[in-house]
């Protein structure tokens, strides 16, 4: 049958709250995984990438993305990240999306 593949994400045109992590996604057991930010803010939004490598609900700070106004910005996770669950926390209110693809 092979890997799983699909999109999706926490946010899409969301109201988001700086410091408040959106909902855990799930991220493990996907082959290539790419995200998709983008916001409507005035200013640069900095989203912090957490993961949850084993499930338990310990986060940890993976990295941050910048994203300047007006502009969508599209990662590419490396093959050799392995993690349960992912999550996002911006430095500013705004309204973002956070989209995966897996493939």
Known sequence: MGK???EGGPWLN???RAGIASDPYLFGGYG???LNLSHTSATTVNFRLQLDA???GV???YRSIQVP???SINFNFPDYLQSKWIRLVADQDAIASAQFEYK
């Open 4 to 6: 799983p593949t699909g």
């Open 14 to 16: 969301t109201p988001v």
């Open 32 to 34: 290539l995984r790419s």
């Open 54 to 56: 084993t499930g338990d």
């Open 59 to 61: 986060w940890f700070d």
């Open 69 to 71: 106004p007006s502009k």
